[in-house]
């Protein structure tokens, strides 16, 4: 036990030396080559292990450095020193010792065809190699806030009382009730055809959303979160829609007002800005792009924790502040996208929630407001938006009467048959409660200044792709 720990205490992680880097010690590094320069009498090489934004510069002699190439893994080790040139430290390999182990060890060689060089590779071509896109300086700083964000969100809900909850993948409702499930067709039916559906006598879907569950939960447990994948066979090319993403989606019972839902959605974005090691790792990670896009990056963090509660106005109100930028939008529309950004970006210059949108624009499950003009009914709900991005969240309260909710499903042509088990929540014990959902890459996208949703995932998907 103590010969292991003493090992494992030597093997540092750029990330533990960048924090504490302990000049003039022995140490030993895993990580991948990213470039290699060779001079007469010395070698140098850069080595990325993905714990930080930051690179480790290595020094070499000529002879040790012809065993590295660009993509290899290595096992390096030697003392750490100040360094002359623009790195604050260095690793100065040892020499090798007769008997003793190579302070040069080759893990993983890679030869000349490894696809990553050290140039600018566009997105789109990173797309190309899934094994390889994340190693690149500016990916891997989104997939460490990706981390850093889903664990300040769930120390965030545990400290207001909510309890974490996991919710089905594959349901037998569509919650959005906008047609846009994935429908699982694959798996045996029953030998005599009793059951002509892997599951039943009914077709199952992939999930586009915990909601209908989450609200069961609420039943139960009162303030419920989760983070989970959503599916939608929508065929929206936009850099912000995605078929496969994640969502976090909160539950809170025993609430009749909108601003407590609003008020828990900004709080959790609130917890989710970076702090000051990860906004270094972020602008770190960008310091190839333009300083305009990293002084757009501070301005964005700053934006979201201003001390000022964010902007709310209603959907009438927002209609109005529209008119003048878009004259021909009229009440009952449809705010689009470049609407959305208008509003957040130019009029509000900040976050904005806009509440209480028509009805009719509106799945069957939001609670409708009390209105004198039928024509004009709205339901209590609400969209967030942010500069540049538009729609972060959706969110409503749930209509918890029972006659109210059916005639609801029947306006909204939808079988109540399908959803017995979701009514019979206002059957029995019905509570008054709202909730939203945050499209998690859409919060990476507008943290990190990701451009296109498919930087902000793992492994996209989209009409038309879905590479290994
Ligand atoms: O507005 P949506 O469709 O709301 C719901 O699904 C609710 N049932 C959530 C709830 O109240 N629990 O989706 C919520 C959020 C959107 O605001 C958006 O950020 C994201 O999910 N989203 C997508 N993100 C990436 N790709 C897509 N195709 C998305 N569709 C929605």
């Given at each position: ?11 540092r992680?750029i ?24 001079m ?8 990325g292990?993905?714990?930080s ?8 002699t ?22 002359p ?28 065809s490894?696809p990553?060089?050290?140039k600018?590779?566009t ?16 990916n ?7 981390s850093y ?12 009382g ?12 569509d ?6 499930v994935f429908?699982?067709?694959s ?28 609200e069961?939960?609420a039943?139960?447990?009162s ?7 959503a ?13 496969e ?6 539950e ?9 839902v ?5 709080q959790?974005i ?26 757009t ?9 201003q ?6 106005v ?14 021909s ?12 950004k208008h ?8 976050p904005?929630?806009?509440t ?29 938006l ?21 005639s609801?499903m ?21 509570f008054?409660?709202g909730?939203y959902g ?14 296109n949703?498919r ?11 879905c590479?290994?």
């Amino acid at each position: 036990m103590r010969t292991s720990r003493a090992v494992l205490a030597s093997v540092r992680t750029i990330r533990s030396l960048v924090e504490s880097p302990r000049l003039g010690e022995d140490a030993t590094v895993n990580g991948w080559v990213r470039s290699v320069r060779r001079m007469k009498k010395v070698a140098f090489a850069d080595i990325g292990d993905g714990t930080s934004a930051d690179t480790l510069a290595v020094v070499l002699t000529p002879e040790q450095s012809k065993q590295l190439s660009t993509g290899a893994c290595v096992q390096l080790s030697g003392k750490l020193s100040e360094s002359p040139g623009n790195q604050k430290f260095e690793l100065q390999v040892a020499e090798p010792v007769p008997g003793k182990p190579d302070p040069v060890k080759v893990l993983g060689p890679a030869d000349q065809s490894y696809p990553l060089q050290k140039k600018f590779h566009t997105a789109e071509y990173l797309r190309t190699i899934p094994s390889f896109r994340w190693k690149t300086l500016g990916n891997s700083s989104v997939l460490r806030y990706r981390s850093y964000a889903q664990s300040r969100i769930a120390r965030y809900f545990e400290s207001a009382g909510f309890t974490q909850v996991s919710s089905p993948i594959i349901t037998s409702s569509d919650c959005e009730g906008a047609g846009e499930v994935f429908t699982i067709n694959s798996g045996e039916p029953d030998k005599n055809q009793k059951q002509p559906y892997f599951f039943g006598d009914k077709p199952a879907y992939l999930s586009v959303s915990s909601q209908l569950h989450l609200e069961v939960y609420a039943a139960a447990l009162s303030r419920v979160w989760n983070m989970a994948p959503a599916f939608r066979a929508e065929k929206s090319d936009t850099n912000r829609h995605l078929s496969e993403f994640w969502m976090v989606e909160a539950e809170l019972a025993f609430t009749e007002s909108l601003k407590d839902v609003m008020t828990v959605a900004e709080q959790m974005i609130r917890a989710a800005v970076p702090d000051s090691a990860m906004a270094i790792d972020i602008i770190q990670s960008n310091k190839q792009s333009s300083s305009t896009k990293q002084e757009t990056l501070k301005q964005r963090w700053q934006m979201l924790s201003q001390p000022k509660p964010w902007a709310r106005v209603t959907y009438t109100e927002a209609v109005e502040l529209l008119r003048k930028e878009f004259p021909s939008l009229k009440w009952g529309d449809s705010l689009s996208s470049e609407q959305e950004k208008h509003l957040a970006a130019h009029i509000i210059q900040g976050p904005v929630f806009v509440t209480d949108y028509p009805m009719h624009q509106k799945p069957f499950y939001m609670k409708k407001n009390a209105v004198s003009d039928e024509t004009k009914a709205t339901v209590a709900c609400f969209d967030l938006l942010v500069p540049e991005m538009g729609e972060l969240i959706g969110g409503s309260l749930r209509e918890d009467d029972h006659q109210t909710l059916l005639s609801a499903m029947n306006d909204n042509n939808m079988n109540p048959d399908d959803l017995e088990w979701y009514l019979d929540l206002r059957k029995y014990g019905s509570f008054p409660h709202g909730g939203y959902g945050m499209g998690f890459e859409r919060l990476v996208c507008f943290v990190c200044g990701v451009e296109n949703i498919r930087e902000a995932i793992g492994f996209p998907r989209w009409a038309g792709s879905c590479v290994c």
